[in-house]
């Protein structure tokens, strides 16, 4: 089927440079297939499904060899652009490389910005997002679900200052409780996230820039934040280690079989 776009076009942004150390392999972890088919490719297809463009996919461990699969096998064809994150100095960091690379082509007034290694994401769903985001006249709409086991998961906090996101890490034992938890996707509208990009900082236990850091910036600044809960939360699957992707598989093949 061609693909259902949105009008206008979105840009978006994948983060594809993580080392992906805990997966036991020499494999760059947006290349570990689900399916049969990478899992950077899978969000890329996503993408495809509501023509975003252009699409950059910032790339860092194992550069050269993400490139060469997704340059070959993306269904943008060449028209995807590559943009290397020098030093994995988190997702923060990472968005502003992609946004440094978009700043060169004509823009949408949104970007999404979503992980590479989340393979089970639906168009329709990307598609759901930025739609929010545009109805609520949003600085941006983020992606959220509601789990059984949150671990690992940025926790989605509600208060009266609005909308933030908590990483594990940072959680406090009251906020590591709730179990809504950021599906690490984000569209922003595209003047605000080149405004606070520039204004995230170290502050957190990983030493890292955190995208989620964002969200919380344009809420305190008045900004409006708005959210869109997965009905299927097996969307939000991310894959950090060999059992994460055995359990996507397990989604993947479940989702086939319905």
């Known amino acids: 089927m061609p693909p259902d776009p949105m009008t206008p076009p979105c840009a978006a942004i994948v983060l594809a440079a993580g080392a992906g150390s805990r997966m036991g392999s020499d494999l760059p972890k947006p290349l570990h297939l689900i399916g049969g088919r990478a899992m950077v490719l899978r ?3 996503a993408l495809a499904g509501i023509d975003a ?7 860092g461990h194992g550069a050269a060899q993400v490139r060469e699969v997704v340059g070959a096998e993306a269904p943008q064809g060449d028209r995807l652009l590559f943009a290397t994150q020098p030093a994995q100095l988190g997702t923060g ?18 970007v999404l910005v979503l992980p590479g290694d989340t393979p ?11 739609a929010e985001r545009r109805r609520a006249g949003a600085a941006a709409s983020l992606l959220t679900a509601h789990v059984g086991d949150p671990t690992g998961y940025g926790r989605i906090v509600r208060d009266a200052a609005g909308l933030t996101v908590v990483e594990q890490r940072d959680a406090t034992p009251s906020v590591a ?4 938890i950021n599906a690490g996707v984000y569209c922003f509208d595209a003047a605000k996230l080149r405004q606070v990009l520039p ?24 900004e409006r934040i708005t959210a869109v809960a997965l009905d299927d939360a097996s969307e939000a699957m991310g894959v950090n280690d060999a059992d994460q992707l055995a359990a996507c598989e397990a989604a993947l093949v479940a989702r086939t079989n319905r």
């Open 177 to 180: 409780q709730l179990n809504e």
């Open 43 to 45: 969000v890329l297809d």
């Open 53 to 59: 463009e252009p699409v950059v996919v910032v790339v």
């Open 199 to 222: 204004q995230l900082r170290l502050a957190n236990a990983a030493s890292e820039y955190y995208l989620p850091d964002a969200i919380g910036l344009l809420a305190r600044s008045g």
């Open 93 to 110: 960091d990472a968005a502003r490389v992609g946004q440094s690379a978009l700043s060169s082509h004509p823009q949408a007034g949104d």
């Open 120 to 130: 089970l994401l639906r168009a329709a769903t990307l598609r759901h997002v930025v």
